[in-house]
């Protein structure tokens, strides 16, 4: 299979077969000292004080909303423009979306948007890094601070990008991450939580492993151990913790190698016409994904290309519209649209930049072939 048929693969060789190896020869499987180094490894490479390691990014989102004080009654505004994951973790914290609309050049919300969907019942901000491009609240952190009202990135996108020069995760929010198979770090699975104080990451802590307070370190010393309250097992296990610290010293390569694919993307791009890619803020991002706006007929764009063997994806239909979350629609033009012209190309480490010319010179034909045949539909 060539690199372009696939749309997102994760970028594993070698090391981390090794280490899953040694993981199960040693017996090392839930969540130990390996989940823990790997936590103050990220926390370094962050510039954190701490780091929560759970089993995905919906568990982050979850118990972020938690630490947050989201509960029943409550609203979380949400962009319409992510991936369900992020609508179930509100509903999974008892609460409900509240879905905004979306910026067309860069498929974010930005503080205007969020401050009008405001309300008394607004509990949290859920703002999605889409592509991984960090997103800049510092217009509106003092009102929603005054409200009490807590921002809880999903950062799923963007592990490793930056706000200014600062990465995602270390500007003061509940950031969360995704390891899962196809983003930029991976674990195989896997999801992190940045508490905003030391109280807050013990809170984590305890809801991710049950509801027992005591560490694993103090519970295997003693007889009994103290369950205080309503807890998940939403711990990281050692053997997903093993992938993520080989992935994580060689992050600077993933970073570089993104980066530089999608460059190359922007640049076999520039100049199509009908066609617009998604603005990524590539300075400070390490990009997920290379997603364009096709102008019109994007379903017969995707088709083509799918015939011809190009891994197209579209991320993702939007979630106001779906029939778990119907009930909390409400007009979203800019997302209505965008959601119809989107294109998710092939992008992940394993290409080359020869497979990238090859997929724009697809599009180009298929666009070409498009615009023929209207202006013949057209003289008929
Ligand atoms: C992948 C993803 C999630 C969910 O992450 P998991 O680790 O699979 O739970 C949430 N939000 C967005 C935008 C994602 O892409």
Redesign the pocket.
């Known amino acids: 299979m060539s690199a372009f048929e696939r749309n997102a693969s994760p970028w594993m060789h070698g090391p981390e077969y090794a280490v899953v190896a040694e993981a199960m020869r040693i017996g090392q499987w839930g969540h130990n000292t390996a989940t823990e180094a790997f936590e103050a490894e990220l926390a370094a490479f962050l510039g954190v004080p701490d780091v929560v390691a759970v089993s995905?990014?919906?568990?982050a989102?979850h118990i972020g909303l938690l630490l947050a004080g989201v509960g029943p009654g409550n609203e979380v505004i949400v962009p319409s423009q992510?991936?369900c994951?992020?609508v179930q973790a509100i509903l999974m914290a008892g609460a409900h979306p509240r879905f905004i609309d979306i910026d067309a050049d860069t498929l974010c919300v930005d503080s205007a948007a969020v401050q009008a969907a405001i309300t008394p019942s607004t509990g949290a901000v859920i703002p999605?890094l889409?592509g991984g491009r960090a997103i800049d609240l510092t217009e509106i952190k003092p009102e929603l601070d005054r409200r009490g009202i807590a921002v809880v990135e999903?950062a799923?996108?963007a592990f490793g990008s930056r706000l200014g020069d600062k990465r995602v995760g270390a500007t003061g929010m509940l950031t969360c991450f995704?390891?899962?198979p196809i983003?930029n770090l991976t674990c195989g699975?896997?999801?992190a939580l940045i508490p905003r104080s030391p109280a807050e990451a013990d809170a984590a802590r305890t809801l991710r492993l049950l509801g027992v307070t005591q560490s694993q370190a103090a519970r295997i010393r003693t007889t009994s151990y103290q369950v205080d309250g309503v807890g998940w097992r939403y711990h990281l296990s050692a053997v997903h913790a093993a992938i993520g610290r080989v992935q994580l010293a060689r992050f600077a390569d993933i970073e570089t190698v993104r980066r530089r694919l999608w460059r190359a993307y922007a640049r076999e791009l520039s100049g199509l016409e009908y066609v617009a890619l998604v603005d990524l803020d590539i300075e400070h991002t390490v990009p997920f994904n290379c997603v364009v706006r096709v102008v019109d007929e994007r379903d017969k764009v995707f088709e083509t290309l799918r015939d011809r063997g190009i891994g197209v994806g579209v991320?993702y239909p939007p979630n106001h519209t779906q029939p778990a979350f119907r009930q909390w629609y409400r007009p979203l033009p800019v997302t209505e649209t965008t959601a119809r012209q989107t294109i998710s190309l092939p992008f992940h480490p394993a290409m080359t930049e020869h497979d990238i010319t090859h997929v724009v010179s697809e599009l180009r034909t298929a666009l070409a072939d498009l615009r023929r045949n209207s202006v013949q539909s057209a003289r008929r």
């Open positions: 995905s990014c919906t568990a989102l992510t991936f994951a992020t999605v889409y999903d799923a996108h995704s390891f899962g983003k699975e896997g999801g991320h």
